[in-house]
């Protein structure tokens, strides 16, 4: 068997966007202002710091209006890391680790889940819910698991790897009964909505969030700039103390184009998000079907194909067997495809993807699976790309490398893995 040839025209399909996306033209022109000429710092109080502080409150206010909140709400930070971080230690530090609860699960991002080992480690309880198949936190877990000492229920609005989307509001219906029922304010619910904010109806009141968190670079906004949204009455701790900006919570001279840039970005991507959602899910769902008819020993990851209830409509997550997922990654990338995998080899660990991990996935095909998150600049063509090539070069690499697995394959259950969908 023959590797097919490589493309020549230089293009990249760029099946990435979940790990981030490139920044919209529009929020580049938004941004541009504040680089050069109002630059000043949005506290000095002559006129071009008052104009540097009113782009921040334009910032904020058109953010609060699409969460449905009042601008006093929000919080800006550098992203999304900065943004978890100050919403779920700022709590424990406010309230004290030891002896409290904290619920949260078990497909959540290295920045929630990272605090949570943090918090573990310095007296506090973690209750670490496990998922469905599917990636899915069911709600009477939630409420099964809240007791007198919970301060915080932390889970995500949608996965980054397999596009889950979360029953938020159904959680945040079990917590306000909880509250409610026990006359306590306690506990505060926090969602990591850094995939969802591209997609989903953000809406906090309909949520049911207290606290929730949002990055610009996975919006087609700047990254290293995102934002906390926190009730009125939910009282933290600021995890940098100093000059007092943000009401006290966020010290720091504010990353004034960063500001404007994420709240152009949430604006223009929650404008077109149903259409665009749309959209992506037609070039997902053909991408799926074409290489699942091509491609032997192959299996959807995640939630069905469903719409964006179900599964964020830009995700499609796939594992081959007897496939190693960087291999078959670094070789797409020969041909112009640039896509991710949860694979113990990606690059930068060595542990093999804690969500897939957590759906009950057997190693090998953890091993062999790929992401792809499809984004606004993706047409027919960039599938079509992926059709071409990634069925051809999966056969030469199972042809020619038995995949070295590190743990025994789970003999004669593949029936159950690889059932067709
Ligand atoms: C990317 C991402 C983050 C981290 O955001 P940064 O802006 O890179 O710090 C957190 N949570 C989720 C779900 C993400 O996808």
Redesign the pocket.
């Known amino acids: 068997m023959k590797l097919p040839p490589k493309p020549k025209d230089g293009k990249i399909a760029y099946f990435d966007h979940?790990?981030?996306t490139y920044v919209d033209s529009r929020v580049v022109k938004a941004m541009e202002p504040y680089w050069e000429k109002v630059f000043a710092n949005p506290s000095s109080i002559y006129a071009l710091g008052r104009e540097a502080n009113g782009a921040v409150n334009d910032a904020r206010r058109k953010i609060a209006e699409i969460l449905g909140t009042l601008s006093d709400t929000i919080f800006f930070t550098?992203?999304?890391?900065?943004?978890?971080n100050l919403a779920i230690f700022g709590l424990m530090n406010k309230i004290g680790m030891r002896g409290k609860h904290v619920v949260t699960s078990a497909v959540?991002?290295?920045?929630?889940s990272g605090v949570c080992d943090y918090l573990k480690k310095n007296g506090a309880e973690v209750t670490v819910l496990p998922v469905d198949s599917a990636g899915r936190v069911n709600p009477e877990d939630v409420k099964k698991n809240i007791r007198k000492e919970t301060a915080l229920v932390t889970i995500?609005?949608?996965?980054?790897e397999i596009g889950t989307v979360q029953p938020i509001a159904e959680i945040g219906k079990e917590i306000l009964k909880h509250r409610s029922k026990n006359k306590t304010v306690y506990p505060f619910f926090h969602s990591?909505?850094?995939?969802?904010a591209g997609a989903l109806d953000l809406n906090v009141e309909k949520l049911h969030v207290d606290l929730m968190?949002v990055?610009?670079?996975?919006i087609y906004g700047p990254?290293?700039?995102?934002f906390l949204y926190k009730r009125r009455g939910v009282e933290i701790e600021p995890l940098f103390h100093g000059g007092g900006q943000e009401q006290g919570l966020r010290s720091g001279t504010e990353n004034v184009p960063g500001i404007v840039g994420l709240a152009e970005a949430f604006f223009l991507i929650q404008k077109d998000r149903k259409k665009e959602n749309l959209r992506l899910r037609g070039l997902r769902d053909k991408m799926w079907r074409e290489i699942n008819k091509k491609v032997l020993k192959i299996r959807l990851n995640g939630p069905e194909l469903g719409d964006e209830t179900v599964r964020l409509p830009n995700n499609l997550n796939f594992s081959i067997l007897d496939i190693e997922g960087e291999a078959l990654l670094l070789y797409l990338d020969e041909y112009g495809i640039c896509c991710s995998t949860g694979s113990a080899c990606n690059s930068k660990s060595l542990q093999p993807s804690p969500i897939l991990t957590a759906c009950g996935l057997p190693y090998e095909y953890i091993h062999g699976s790929l992401r792809f998150s499809f984004g606004k600049r993706n047409s027919l063509t960039d599938v079509n790309r992926v059709v071409k090539y990634l069925p051809p070069i999966a056969d030469v690499l199972r042809s020619i490398s038995p995949v070295n697995l590190c743990e025994e394959p789970s003999k004669n259950k593949h029936a159950k893995w690889l059932k067709k969908v």
């Open positions: 979940a790990a981030t550098s992203g999304g890391t900065e943004s978890n959540e991002h290295h920045s929630v995500m609005f949608a996965n980054n990591d909505a850094c995939q969802a968190s990055n610009g670079g996975k990254k290293g700039a995102g």
